[in-house]
């Protein structure tokens, strides 16, 4: 069982920064794609970034140029660098990781942007 720990959430006022991190551990197959997605009150889950093993990255047309994804494969981290941030930012942010045939979340991290 993946287990997927986020940190780096907090509030910030808009055009602020954070960055946002998720080790993932337990795994017995190679982690591929790790990514970021969010969801606000009442919406769906969005993606946010995804980055593979080799370090191909894709991002969502409302963070490109705002946000970078990366991510450390030997410490199966990934890493949300997160700049000129908006109040429309302001979300529940969860990791995913895919794992073999599995896909997990982390418990996801408040993201709070003020105006």
């Known amino acids: 069982q993946v287990q997927l720990v986020e940190s780096g959430g907090g509030l910030v006022q808009a055009g602020g920064s954070l960055r946002l991190s998720c080790a993932a551990s337990?795994?017995?197959?190679?982690?591929?794609?790790m990514g970021w997605y969010r969801q606000a009150p009442g919406k769906q889950r969005e993606l946010v970034a995804t980055i593979t093993a080799s370090g191909r990255t894709n991002y969502a047309d409302s963070v490109k140029g705002r946000f970078t994804i990366s991510r450390d494969n030997a410490k199966n981290t990934v890493y949300l660098q997160m700049s000129s941030l908006k109040p429309e930012d302001t979300n529940v942010y969860y990791c995913?990781?895919?794992?073999?045939?599995?896909?997990?979340w982390g418990r996801g991290t408040q993201v709070t942007v003020s105006s």
């Open positions: 995913k990781t895919i794992a073999g045939p599995s896909v997990y």
């Open positions: 337990g795994s017995s197959f190679s982690i591929n794609v």
